[in-house]
């Protein structure tokens, strides 16, 4: 299994980045699939995933932030829109295996990417 993150980069506030994950080693369809991000000197959080029943959003990102899949390249990506400061973090993807209640709980995500960074300045 292999998750590889990209296009971050320095953006001003209020622009606009599309971050895409390729994947590859599995069948990419059957899975849920996430957008993390770690945010400098704080833990890592849930942004966005996507599975069969829809997406979901944190709520931080909501409105400004679109979670999407085209399952024939095996990639997911991420939109941001309107982006602030405060949204300047490592982005990560990554698969979603095992069932929790809660899809942004990280527990639930085996293999990861190996992350893109965002930075938007003021």
């Known amino acids: 299994v292999q998750l590889q993150a990209s296009g971050g980069g320095l953006v001003q506030a209020g622009g606009y980045l599309r971050l895409s994950c390729a994947a590859s080693?599995?069948?990419?369809?059957?899975?849920?699939m996430g957008w993390f991000r770690q945010p400098p000197g704080k833990e890592r959080e849930f942004v966005a995933a996507?599975?069969?029943?829809?997406?979901d959003y944190a709520d931080s990102v909501k409105g400004r932030f679109t979670i999407s899949r085209v399952n024939a390249k095996n990639t997911v990506y991420l939109q941001m829109n309107s982006l602030k400061p405060e949204d300047t973090a490592i982005y990560y993807c990554?698969?979603?295996?095992?069932?929790?209640?809660?899809?942004?709980?990280?527990?639930?995500?085996?293999?990861w990417g190996q992350g893109t960074q965002v930075t938007v300045s003021s």
């Open positions: 080693g599995f069948i990419f369809s059957n899975y849920a």
């Open positions: 990554a698969r979603r295996d095992i069932y929790y209640h809660d899809i942004g709980d990280q527990r639930g995500y085996t293999y």
């Open positions: 996507i599975s069969r029943p829809g997406t």
